[in-house]
């Protein structure tokens, strides 16, 4: 099963699903919020079903949130509004390149590790981002978790309960936005996520 067809067959109940942590979700994005402008364009990868790309349009100009997953789309674009006429939906990969960019501010929440490279990834969004610009990511870095759990998830992935996980620490996530030519503004984690790094990478100008 491909991941675009793992996430399509999810997307109903990954819709349906409360957040797990709401004051940790709420922090993330006010702390998000906070590096961002009225006249930014924001580019989101791995959307899902829209909820935190129509968050941050309330302080952004324009935000294009992209996901892999047609269904997850589907569901994003069902949810706009009036009031959320400066967001657009679209099916794409995270290393796609838009023909919206250059963005302002990129973000990437929950989505670096399930990518097939987070490296191609960040190097793909370098260069869809403005000099200067941002990456913020929150990423589950398995490689801070048991030891067992990278068995647990190819066991499940073999009976199709999910999708592929790329293992790694938050310290080589973070090397590979330095490699990508990124400085670390912030590094910090919300609530009981101990294994999900909060990053703000800026790109040199």
């Known amino acids: ?43 989101e990868i791995g959307c899902g079903t829209g909820g935190t790309a129509q968050t941050l349009a309330q302080t952004a100009r324009e935000v294009v949130a992209t996901d892999v997953s047609q269904g997850m789309i589907s569901i994003a674009q069902s949810k706009l509004t009036a009031d959320t006429s400066n967001v657009s939906f679209k099916v794409a990969s995270s290393d796609e390149i838009l023909d919206e960019a250059p963005f302002q501010a990129i973000c990437a929440f929950n989505i670096l590790h399930l990518v097939d490279d987070p490296k191609t990834t960040i190097a793909a969004l370098s260069r869809q981002v403005d000099e200067g610009g941002l990456i913020i990511s929150k990423t589950p870095c398995m490689g801070e978790g048991a030891f067992f759990m990278p068995a647990i998830i190819w066991v499940m992935r073999q009976f199709g309960k999910a ?29 009981s996520g101990k294994m999900n790094p909060f990053i703000v990478a800026r790109k040199a100008s």
């Open 1 to 43: 099963m491909t991941n675009a067809a793992f996430w399509d067959k999810l997307a109903p109940r990954y819709a349906a699903q409360p957040i797990d942590d709401v004051p940790a979700y709420e922090e993330t994005i006010a702390v998000t919020a906070a590096y961002l402008s009225p006249e930014d364009r924001i580019l």
């Open 163 to 191: 999708p592929f996980v790329h293992v790694m620490t938050g310290d080589q996530l973070e090397a590979m936005f330095h490699k990508a030519g990124f400085e670390i503004l912030e590094r910090r984690k919300f609530g």
